[in-house]
């Protein structure tokens, strides 16, 4: 049988030891933040409709042309790939709950400003730029938060979940922006103020602090085990019993309160500038450089593609029915992390384990990267045909289906499997992986629809399905079968974590 990882404490305020329902609306809280992490970018698809069907309310706004329009999606991603590298190590000191508020109250402040009447386009860009740096402790922190609250064996379903989140994000987004941009472009914006304060209201109320001095915690209940036996042995059993606790004295997660401002106890607080140095240093670890990379340029990117085209693609339809065009990619991944990600990627690895005589190793997690590759690579062919040959609406919407159910089966195996390689660096790791992420979100509109324009979305998007069909198959493939000899050729990273330092 496999030993419980990270190791668990008999600690009441160990977030390994709180209570389901306490565990799953900081899940749902984490889960919500990053759904509006994504969602912020309905402001720029918004636009793209409007530009496409009452260029005139873009004028307003000194948006004209298309691809300006595009930047605008393109500047927050900006955001959210600086963010991280920026809120991280203040996660590591000051801890996760506080950062999660700032970052909110942040984006609030963004999200207001980007709703004034009469805003340049230069302004605008800045307000998505901090709208998107506000949102993006939901990333990096939130997963740790995640992490903080999950075995090893509970990690797969839960980052599915978080996975999740963040897909579902971006499509509820364009599917009620095209309603709210019918009414008035700047409901838009107003709409998402009402979102994010909510989500602070969550936050402030429902969501304790999980960063737990673990090793502090184990190396003192040690100690304290040792000198009760001590104490016992020599026959002082009152003196033994007194000694029970006493080394536990130092504040921790739920007991901190909710008013709690300052540096978390127990652990050796990182510099601020550790996760730029760190995130520097991840290069030098392939299995994770290589598995992100991977997933980001071959498979991730061309999501963007089709949500960047769908206005031009269906620029016939009305703003509202445009916004209906993303039900298949929702139900794909709704149906797809039901069905075939997180729950399945757990199954399969605890099989794969037990015929390994119980040792779970992270490659295991990669089985579900083959079909999930094969899905979007089908999906993005058949997308990009039906509509330079004018098919039916229905041929796109399950070509979209099928593309986002391998996006969702990726971006979650790729997730995990990650982490599983270094859990105890989870937010270094995420880090890393945000951070490459969301600069490639911010450059792919960038070209895209000159990519479009100039061969075609056949060709476009046939050379899109070929990337992503052998960069994936292949580049995974190499990965799961030298994924252990690369590991233990680049070691494990050799700074401590937060929860791991013992303040001396």
């Given at each position: 049988?496999?030993?419980?990882?990270p190791?668990?404490?008999?600690?009441?305020m160990?977030?390994?030891?709180?209570?389901?329902?306490r565990?799953?609306?900081?899940?749902?809280?984490?889960?919500?933040?990053y759904f509006?992490?994504?969602?912020?970018?309905?402001?720029?698809y918004?636009f793209?409709?409007?530009?496409?069907q009452?260029?005139?309310?873009?004028?307003?706004?000194?948006m004209?042309?298309y691809?300006?329009?595009?930047?605008?999606l393109?500047?927050p991603?900006?955001?959210?790939?600086?963010g991280?590298?920026?809120?991280?190590s203040?996660?590591?000191?000051?801890?996760?709950?506080?950062i999660?508020?700032?970052?909110?109250?942040?984006?609030?402040?963004a999200?207001?400003c980007?709703?004034?009447?009469?805003?340049?386009?230069?302004?605008y860009?800045?307000t998505?730029?901090?709208?998107?740096f506000?949102?993006?402790?939901?990333?990096?922190?939130?997963?740790?938060?995640?992490?903080?609250?999950?075995?090893?064996?509970?990690?797969?379903?839960?980052?599915g979940?978080?996975?999740?989140a963040?897909?579902m994000g971006?499509y509820?987004?364009?599917?009620?922006?095209?309603?709210?941009?019918?009414?008035?472009?700047?409901?838009?914006?107003?709409?998402?103020?009402?979102?994010?304060?909510?989500?602070?209201?969550?936050?402030?109320?429902?969501?304790?602090?999980?960063?737990?001095?673990?090793?502090y915690?184990?190396?003192?209940?040690?100690?304290?085990?040792?000198?009760?036996?001590?104490?016992?042995t020599?026959?002082?059993?009152?003196?033994?019993g007194?000694?029970?606790g006493?080394?536990?004295?130092?504040k921790?997660?739920r007991?901190?309160?909710?008013?709690?401002?300052?540096?978390i106890?127990?652990?050796?607080?990182?510099n601020?500038?550790?996760?730029?140095?760190?995130?520097?240093?991840m290069?030098r670890?392939?299995?994770?450089?290589?598995?992100v990379?991977?997933y980001?340029?071959?498979?991730?990117w061309?999501?963007?593609?089709?949500?960047?085209?769908l206005?031009?693609?269906y620029?016939?339809y009305?703003v509202d029915?445009q916004?209906?065009f993303?039900?298949?990619l929702?139900?794909?991944t709704?149906?797809?992390e039901?069905?075939?990600?997180?729950?399945?990627?757990?199954?399969?690895?605890a099989?794969?384990?037990?015929?390994?005589?119980g040792t779970?190793?992270?490659?295991m997690?990669?089985w579900l990267?083959?079909?999930?590759?094969?899905f979007?690579?089908?999906?993005?062919?058949?997308w990009?045909?039906s509509?330079?040959?004018?098919?039916?609406w229905?041929?796109g919407?399950?070509?979209?289906?099928i593309?986002?159910?391998?996006?969702?089966m990726?971006?979650?195996?790729?997730?995990?499997?990650?982490?599983?390689?270094?859990?105890?660096y989870?937010?270094?790791?995420i880090?890393?992986y945000?951070?490459i992420l969301?600069?490639?979100?911010?450059a792919?509109?960038?070209?895209?629809?000159?990519w479009?324009?100039?061969?075609?979305?056949?060709?476009?998007?046939?050379a899109?399905?070929?990337?992503?069909?052998?960069?994936?198959?292949?580049?995974?493939?190499?990965?799961?079968?030298?994924?252990?000899?690369?590991?233990?050729?680049?070691g494990?990273?050799s700074?401590?974590?937060?929860?791991?330092?013992?303040?001396?």
């Amino acid at each position: 049988m496999n030993p419980l990882y990270p190791t668990p404490t008999d600690d009441p305020m160990d977030p390994l030891n709180w209570s389901a329902w306490r565990k799953n609306i900081c899940i749902a809280t984490v889960m919500f933040s990053y759904f509006l992490f994504t969602y912020v970018g309905i402001l720029s698809y918004s636009f793209a409709r409007l530009n496409c069907q009452a260029e005139e309310k873009l004028r307003e706004l000194n948006m004209v042309t298309y691809t300006q329009v595009n930047w605008t999606l393109a500047i927050p991603s900006l955001g959210l790939a600086v963010g991280p590298l920026f809120w991280s190590s203040f996660a590591d000191i000051y801890g996760r709950r506080i950062i999660m508020i700032t970052g909110t109250c942040i984006a609030i402040i963004a999200t207001g400003c980007s709703s004034l009447h009469n805003i340049s386009l230069g302004g605008y860009m800045a307000t998505r730029f901090f709208q998107g740096f506000g949102a993006s402790p939901a990333a990096t922190v939130g997963l740790s938060i995640i992490n903080d609250l999950s075995f090893e064996h509970q990690r797969g379903f839960r980052v599915g979940l978080w996975v999740l989140a963040i897909d579902m994000g971006t499509y509820t987004g364009v599917l009620i922006g095209g309603f709210l941009a019918l009414v008035d472009q700047y409901w838009v914006q107003y709409h998402v103020i009402i979102l994010f304060a909510v989500l602070l209201v969550l936050e402030v109320v429902f969501l304790p602090e999980t960063l737990y001095p673990r090793s502090y915690v184990l190396a003192h209940a040690h100690d304290e085990s040792t000198a009760v036996s001590a104490a016992q042995t020599s026959g002082d059993g009152e003196k033994a019993g007194n000694m029970i606790g006493i080394g536990l004295n130092v504040k921790r997660t739920r007991q901190l309160g909710y008013l709690y401002v300052g540096k978390i106890p127990a652990v050796n607080h990182p510099n601020v500038w550790e996760t730029l140095i760190h995130f520097g240093y991840m290069w030098r670890y392939p299995t994770v450089v290589l598995p992100v990379l991977m997933y980001v340029f071959f498979q991730y990117w061309w999501c963007s593609s089709i949500l960047t085209m769908l206005p031009a693609a269906y620029e016939d339809y009305k703003v509202d029915i445009q916004g209906l065009f993303v039900i298949g990619l929702m139900l794909g991944t709704v149906i797809a992390e039901v069905a075939f990600s997180g729950r399945l990627s757990d199954w399969l690895v605890a099989r794969l384990a037990a015929k390994n005589g119980g040792t779970r190793v992270p490659e295991m997690r990669l089985w579900l990267a083959y079909p999930g590759a094969v899905f979007s690579a089908v999906g993005l062919l058949v997308w990009g045909l039906s509509i330079a040959r004018s098919w039916h609406w229905i041929t796109g919407q399950v070509a979209s289906f099928i593309f986002a159910a391998g996006l969702q089966m990726g971006n979650t195996v790729i997730s995990s499997y990650i982490v599983d390689n270094y859990p105890d660096y989870a937010i270094d790791i995420i880090t890393f992986y945000s951070v490459i992420l969301n600069l490639s979100a911010f450059a792919e509109p960038w070209f895209i629809n000159y990519w479009v324009e100039a061969s075609g979305y056949t060709w476009a998007f046939a050379a899109q399905t070929m990337i992503t069909a052998f960069g994936i198959i292949i580049g995974i493939g190499l990965v799961q079968l030298y994924g252990g000899r690369i590991r233990a050729w680049s070691g494990a990273p050799s700074w401590t974590t937060a929860s791991s330092r013992t303040e001396l």
